[in-house]
């Protein structure tokens, strides 16, 4: 008996029509679901910036432990300050750094300054007779500009006393003693024969650290006007030096003192040579944190 034809077999890497359907619903249902999926969160803010209360400083100090509240010297013309030290003639030259010694001497006690008192010392006994020649001569130009003696006699003491309370500026002290001090060593090594040549070569010497002291407090000054116009209000009552800048302000007394402690007479003018003790490494000034005034209470509370 025969054998029936058979039907070719199908080949095994056809895919079946309903496979490939569920394997396109499959994908369409996974498509779907990666659409609908969630996004990552944003990212969260960045923090606020942290605003801080600007810290408020000191009143600014003056110089050296100055007083408060100080006049300086105006400016001339060619922009120098204008002191009892200027436009000097040469014998008021000479008699001027003769005075500035002799307040430097009494004044500046520190050990290592023992060379200003020696060189004064030579300076007053080596030149004697021109000295004398030089204060005659000042008298007499104070004599023929008076009718009356005395009143010739009383102008040129209180000259006399500004020239001397100008170099016992307490807030200059240790920049004009080691002026002071530069100058006796130079007068050690060449002793002055002409009083005149030596002023000439040394005076502006001994006023450069007053000129320095000036600069700064008028920096000081300056600065101590911002910060009153800027905290004075909230905070300058606990401020040292404020209460003294409003009354110089509203033109009363600050109660500074003024002229020196002691003096010791010198025996050329007659005059007391102001002696101030300064401690020269400590400044007595306060420095408080500023602190604003409490409110005030409510009535009835």
Request: one cysteine or more; a positive charge.
């Amino acid at each position: 008996m025969s054998a029936s034809p058979r039907t070719p077999a199908l080949s095994r890497h056809r895919t079946s029509p309903g496979l490939a359907l569920a394997a396109l619903a499959g994908a369409a249902v996974l498509a779907g679901c990666a659409a609908k999926a969630p996004l990552p969160p944003p990212p969260p803010p960045a923090p606020a910036p942290v605003v801080r209360a600007e810290p408020v400083p000191y009143r600014p100090l003056p110089p050296g432990g100055a007083h408060y509240v100080m006049t300086l010297p105006a400016r001339g013309p060619d922009g120098r300050r204008l002191t009892v030290n200027s436009n000097l003639g040469d014998d008021q030259l000479v008699w001027n750094l003769r005075s500035a010694w002799n307040v430097a001497a009494l004044n500046c006690l520190a050990p290592d300054y023992d060379p200003i008192l020696q060189g004064y010392r030579t300076f007053l006994t080596k030149n004697v007779k021109t000295l004398k020649a030089v204060n005659d001569r000042i008298e007499k130009s104070y004599t023929s500009r008076f009718k009356v003696r005395r009143e010739a006699v009383v102008a040129r003491d209180a000259y006399t006393t500004q020239v001397y309370n100008f170099f016992a500026e307490p807030a200059a002290r240790a920049g004009f003693c080691r002026a002071a001090l530069d100058m006796a060593v130079r007068a050690a090594a060449a002793p002055a024969t002409d009083p005149l040549t030596f002023a000439r070569a040394n005076f502006a010497g001994l006023m450069l650290p007053f000129e320095h002291f000036f600069d700064e407090y008028e920096a000081y000054q300056q600065a101590a006007a911002e910060w009153d116009a800027k905290w004075g209000a909230m905070y300058g009552p606990s401020q040292p030096g404020w209460v003294a800048a409003q009354q110089a302000r509203a033109g009363a007394a600050t109660g500074s003192p003024t002229g020196a402690d002691q003096g010791v007479i010198d025996p050329m003018t007659g005059l007391p040579v102001p002696v101030i003790p300064v401690n020269e490494s400590v400044t007595a000034q306060p420095v408080i944190q500023p602190i604003a005034p409490k409110p005030a209470a409510a009535p009835g509370k």
